[in-house]
């Protein structure tokens, strides 16, 4: 199994320009998720999803949109990058299952938005 | 204000130390809890669910207080491999068990 796995790994945007990050899970969970992390603010949740077609808002969802066609993979959109979405951004999955179930983090994208 | 608030550290021990991180959350209708780890540019990775009886994994001691909100682990030991960022995690209440980070302390060990 490959678990969590993120597409691009890297990105360069400048101000402006449209990307879609891609999540995909093998382990058939229903529950996934949108985190990102800048320097000395922890992960903060983005948008997150309960199942296939299903979708909600986070933390921090303005500037974002997602979708989840299928259940093992959630897009994460920037329609208009801009400076401050400059971030690490995190998938995660888990299983739908009782409270104290794992979450499956992927390794990450790097974005930049010059 | 961030609702899971932890010290920020850097915590600088020697090998075979003992050292001890703290947690506060402000939402009292979280549930689930836990500390996860997290290595420079990597992504996090659970190190222990934190349950309201207190539980041990080893040389890793976590307890919770749910009248007070206070999280805390324990590190006995510590070894260089421990080196790392401790990030204190409560669930977001009705948000399909997202999570919500705090900020992480940072741990290094030295020899």
């Known amino acids: 199994n490959a678990g969590v796995t993120q597409t691009p790994k890297f990105r360069v945007l400048k101000t402006g320009q449209s990307m879609t990050l891609l999540c995909a899970q093998d382990?058939?969970?229903?529950?996934m998720y949108w985190y990102r992390q800048d320097p000395g603010m922890g992960l903060r949740l983005i948008h997150y999803?309960?199942?296939?077609?299903?979708?909600a808002k986070g933390e921090v969802p303005d500037g974002y949109n997602v979708s989840r066609l299928k259940k093992q993979n959630f897009l994460l959109g920037l329609e208009s990058a801009a400076p401050s979405q400059t971030s690490v951004y995190f998938c995660?999955?888990?299983?739908?299952?009782?409270?104290?179930?794992?979450?499956?983090f992927g390794p990450g994208t790097r974005l930049t938005v010059l | 204000r961030k609702e899971v608030e932890q010290d920020p550290g850097p915590f600088n021990v020697p090998e075979g130390a003992t050292v001890a991180f703290n947690c506060t959350y402000s939402n009292s209708a979280s549930q689930s809890f836990f500390w996860y780890r997290q290595d420079c540019r990597k992504e996090p990775k659970l190190l222990m669910s934190?349950?309201?009886s207190g539980n041990e994994d080893g040389r890793f001691t976590a307890q919770l207080n749910r009248a007070s909100q206070y999280i805390s682990l324990l590190i006995r030991d510590s070894k260089l491999s421990d080196s790392a960022t401790y990030l204190c995690v409560v669930n977001y209440p009705n948000s399909g068990y997202a999570l919500n980070f705090g900020k992480g302390t940072s741990l290094l060990v030295t020899p």
């Open positions: 382990m058939n969970h229903e529950y």
């Open positions: 995660a999955s888990r299983p739908l299952r009782e409270l104290y179930n794992e979450q499956f």
């Open positions: 999803s309960v199942g296939e077609g299903t979708t």
């Open positions: 934190v349950y309201s």
